[in-house]
């Protein structure tokens, strides 16, 4: 015992016991150090266990140096030249407890840096598609869904950012490297993994091998290999393990209910599941709508086979509420839509009463619903379930613009791309978005990289058009990409038709009326009010008539209908029968005591100016006053909306008989608007006609009649040149030579 104790004393004396308590402590800071590089991406994998390993060898060394070597005020010298008397052991050892001291503090600002610093950032992964290892081509669609599988259960833990299945797609068979993807990708992890269904005389076998990857540094993480006999059961097993695996390398912890879901399997049918997988990828895949339609009886033979199968259920609710209301496929007839949507409404809610935590239902459901704050909760519901479910936040995003928040839309389709960065309608729907905020400069940036990502994509390039239609005054170059869309997509009703509104307001009336015949034909229910004002502009006042009879007879209370009729009624001189049109149809708009905001100001001066052509001025004059201090407190807007808004704003002063006021709007909105000949015969309506005579009100007209002249002249030498986007289906001239004017 005394000479254990003796020994004791001198590791003490010597420090030893000191120099091994600071060698771990800043080894173990350095190792913390290492991993905190590791998960900023600065390092890779492998400089973690070699760090341990070149610490594991320099232990016994550091302790050896401390017990045969004395730091001394002369220096470094053999512990057994120095005399007791002038060793400084004491002071070296008490030097050493203020690092081992500092060593902690700083472990622990490392270990606050990692824990409320670096975790706020999710790991991201994507997962790229898996092989087919097999050499049965037929087995391709089954290895495509477990890659859906596999990428969906990944996705629906909270804390990892998973890329969805459309950016990884087209890494299938690329040559393009790990850390290429990875940047492509925005992701710090790939997943790889190969999948072989194998026929053997004991039955169907599957074979699954899957590594994870740093990759920047194309540096593996963790493999596993898997041999399992082929059923529903064992399938979603491998993809549990796959998916907790996964978790538990990036130092993910999964919540009880993660655990949960990850546990549970959707159906045990195997026949059931194979059936689910060809629908789901029609879900994705819709070009037409014979696969839509296809998609739709695979998902519901997947639900004859196992009704208790609440995935199925939940992704057919999403592809029939995708096919009726988000798609462009020509219009199906309101029996059969209603009944689809009936389904639909069916397949979501039934999906939930099997299980309420499906963001794909909930998704559906938000799509199919007529209530605003119906769809709110909804999608709201849908992105806490699953914040890696990129389709959720797009139609949120609509949703959101359409109540006004476009800021906030714009915020959640950027989390989208997030998601997904090579999905090539995200990006068209923030130009979308960027447009209605006045930003056509960005607008346009992301429209062309939607087009560099999918060529082939037709939105996009309406996009475009829109940009010059409402910002540009360009109506000639808007009809270049208007063309250019439809010749991608030539089933969009609404696109067509807005086609036959440009070539009107540029007098072409063959164009007009020949992409007018094709929407028509398109959506023979019926397009709003465009195709009104092309008959409008064209001068084709009993086509007009005709139309807007019709949509009063569908909508009572539609504006452009009873404006038409109001304005035929003022040129006629039944001025106290369009007063009586506007109160029945606008009962709010055109009240004593009207509060005038975004929703009814248009109605309120349009009632304004029948009370003016009564006579009845002072009402007039009440009228219009609301309406111009409502204009005038809104925000400046250097987009269409805030032409429109500018526009209305002259009219209205020039009835008040501010009439320089009113013809300056004019000139600012052609100067600085760029507003061009865009509805450029709203101006032969009588509330301009104070100033008709005046100089600047003709200069102003003549101008926009020239920017017609010019550009229809431009379109007209482009297609006889042959320089024009085809136009299937629609029926033109072979020679235009002239410009049509009303």
Sequence with gaps: IGTGMALFSELKRRNVLRMAVLYVAAAWLLLQVVGVLIDLDVAPVSIGPVTFKIFAIGLPIALMISWYFEITPEGIKRERDVERAESITRLTGRRMDFIVIAILVAALGVFAFDRWWIATDRPSLAILPCLNLGKDAAAESFVMGLHEDLLTNTAGIKGLRVISRTSVDQYRNTVKTIPE??????????????????????????????????????EHMWAENYDRVLTAENLFRVQEDIAKAVAGTLRVQLTEEEEAKLK???????????????????????????????????????????????????????????????????????????????????????????????????????????????????????????????????????????????????????KAIALCPNCADYYNWLANHLRTVGRPGDAEIQYLRAIELDPELADPHFGLGGLDFFHTGRLDDAIIHFRQGYSLNPTNAWQTVSMAKIYSDIGAREEALAFLARAEELRPEGLSGWPLYVHWNLGQEAEATAYAT???????????????????????????????????AWPAATASDVEVDESNDLLVAKYAELLQQSGDTAQAEIFFNRCLRHLEERPTRTNFLGASHLRRRAWILVQLGRHDEGLQLLKTLYEDYSFGPYDRFAYDLPVWDPVRDREEFQQFRAKLDADAARQLARLREMERNGEMPPAPGVQLGSTVAATDQQ
């Design 264 to 414: 549970k399997a959707p159906t045990e049918n195997l026949q059931a599941y194979e059936a689910y997988l060809r629908g789901r990828a029609g879900l994705h895949q819709t070009p037409d709508p014979e696969t839509a339609r296809a998609a739709i009886e695979d998902l519901q033979r997947a639900i004859d086979l196992d009704p208790e199968f609440a995935l199925a259920y939940a992704e057919l609710a999403q592809q029939i509420a995708i096919f009726v209301k988000w798609s462009d496929f020509p219009s199906l007839a309101k029996e059969e839509e209603e009944k689809f949507i009936a389904r639909a409404r069916h397949a979501g809610e039934t999906a939930l009463q099997l299980d309420d935590s499906l963001a794909a239902a909930y998704v559906a459901l938000g799509l199919l619903a007529d209530e605003a704050p119906l769809k709110r909760l909804a999608y709201k519901r849908a992105i806490d379930l699953d914040p890696n479910y990129d389709r959720a936040f797009v139609p949120y995003a609509s949703h959101l613009a359409v109540a006004g928040q476009i800021e906030e839309a714009v915020e959640y389709v950027r």
């Design 550 to 584: 019709e949509l009063l007879e569908r909508v009572p209370w539609h504006f452009s209908a009873v404006d038409w009729f109001n304005q035929m009624d003022i040129r006629e001189d039944r001025v106290e029968d369009a007063l009586a049109r506007a109160r029945n």
């Design 181 to 218: 993807i990875g940047k492509e990708l925005g992701v710090n992890h790939l997943l790889e993994c190969g999948v072989q269904r194998v026929k053997t005389e004991q039955g169907d076998r599957v074979r699954v091998n899957a590594q994870l990857i740093q990759a920047k540094f194309d």
